[in-house]
């Protein structure tokens, strides 16, 4: 996936100014910047829904809007950030509707879509709440069957909008063990937001850094992760910290204590 | 851990099972719908035997209903078939407006197509008082406010929906619209002279007394069906995820517009034969989606053959329970339906 001279504004506001970009298979990107930087707004126009209002986001050298939608289906899944079920569906239910692009004439799910829709819940520890009406889901475990659905979609990219809001440290850490799988040993590239530098930092290879003012920094997150560009981009001073073999970012200062 | 073996002969289990319910539940419903309709022809107030019937099936059949039970059968017969295609078609309606809408308390007249429906057919008993033009101008009445709502929220209807949206545009613009053709009825109601007042109150109620037997109300209803079933799945992912059935592979704005204009054209079909009987849309859709899931693929099909059983019940229940005065059938799928909405939207807060 590439972007080209991509462009994208709020009413008067730029978000985004000439993004030239490209994304390979087996790249983890870690979509960083302030609240209201654009970074849904970014991965919203990823997904197609929503017009760039300047260049082009490519897919297989392709503009996205040239794709057929069941084909680019097949090609990217996109995680939003919120939900908002109208409907009683099962938790497996929403993850076989992810099985959609791949379904064509047939009316009913076969075995093959259960499987994957199976084990998709069971990768996110969700197996046993198969049969759960989604309304009645705590937070955490509907953001878990919301990722089930978009693996069980099966798209060499993945287009993940916090994919670890509303989840526990350890399901936090078990979804992050996962993304790093699908980069490094399955080969797909993985697009996310996230507001978690250290979490982030330990899966993503590289970083797209928004600063808010249509400026943008993008590179190996070993490079691009520094504290003076990520304190420049989320405004407040950032320091780093060694623990053993691993980076801590932390506010450089603590004004409540 | 789980082993490869048994999770997958389970799954296999899981998708034959899914499929053998829906196809048991179909055919249970299919069965109760023609019950419904045998039971309608028989019960009034001149009851017919059962051998009975099947002889004055067989006259009519011959085209030479001669005997009393034929006339009678003839009589019950068309206005029970009458009674089943408005109400599946109200109900299916009901299902498509509340995925448009991805609102479980949408029904089919909350956007305004009904009150056009009322007013053309007011003015006409107003005005002329031919019985035919009323149901042609209910039609017409319909058919404008859906293309008036069609352009107001043209927009709203084609994409331009927020990630999570619930069509804010198009619910209030077909409220508002609902309200001003209620303002208008009210209007006609009140200037009406009183010869004319029972008659447009029953239309308002829906009423099946004076329905005639006609092919249209049948091919629109199998056009809708047809439609839906095709549509059924993009209808599932629409319902889930709003604008972003996008990224699956749904062409968002084509469905809603259809999904739109298919509902306006079942309800304007449904209300110029029979009259805006409310409930039905509402109530049906509801207990089915309670009953079988809210999966579109088994949903659609089953509510549908629910609710033209259900208006063949309620409108025998219509004409025999105070016989020989006949009540409008909107009275009875009222007094039935608000005490089971109530009890499935307690049921639904306390879950």
Redesign the interface.
Known sequence: MQTHELSLRVGERVLVNGLDWRVEPGQCWCVIGRNGAGKSTLL?TL???RDADAGEVRFDGRDIHRWP??????K???L???????????AI??VL??R??Y?DAR?????A???TA?DAL?ALDV?DLAER?V??LSGGERQRVAIAAVLA?DTPLLLLDEPCSALDLAHQIGVMELIANLCRKQGKAVIMVSHDLNMSYGVASHALLLMGDGRWHAGAAAEIMNPALLGACLGYPIDTVRHGSRTIFIPAENRYE | M?TMEP??SN??L??RK??GK?VIVIIVLACAALASVLFACVVGSVSISVPELFGALIDIVRGEPSTLAATLLELRLGRALSAFVTGATLTLAGVMMQALL???LADPYVLGVSGGAAVGALATMLFFSVTWLVDVAAFGGAVVVAFILLGLAYRDLRGGLP??G?APMLLLTGVIVASGCGALVTLMLSIAPDNRLRGMVFWLIGDLSTTQMRGLPWVIWMAGLAYA?RA???I??L??????A??????VGRLRLELFLCSALLTASAVSSAGSIGFVGLIVPHAC?FAF???H?LLLPAATLAGGGFLVLADTLARSVLAPQQLPVGVITALIGVPVFLVQLHHLQR?
């Open positions: 919203r997904a197609g829904l939608l069941l084909e680019l289906a097949r990217r899944a996109y939003p950030q919120g939900r908002n079920d109208a409907f009683s569906y099962r239910d929403t509707a992810a959609h692009p379904q009316y009913w799910d076969d075995d879509d259960l499987l199976y069971r197996g009406d309304r009645t979609q | 789980h999770a997958t799954v296999r899981a998708a899914s499929r829906a991805r609102n479980p990630a999570e619930n079933i059924a799945r993009a599932n992912l319902a889930l995820h709003a604008a972003a996008a990224t699956l592979g749904v062409r989606r899931g809210p999966d693929r879950k």
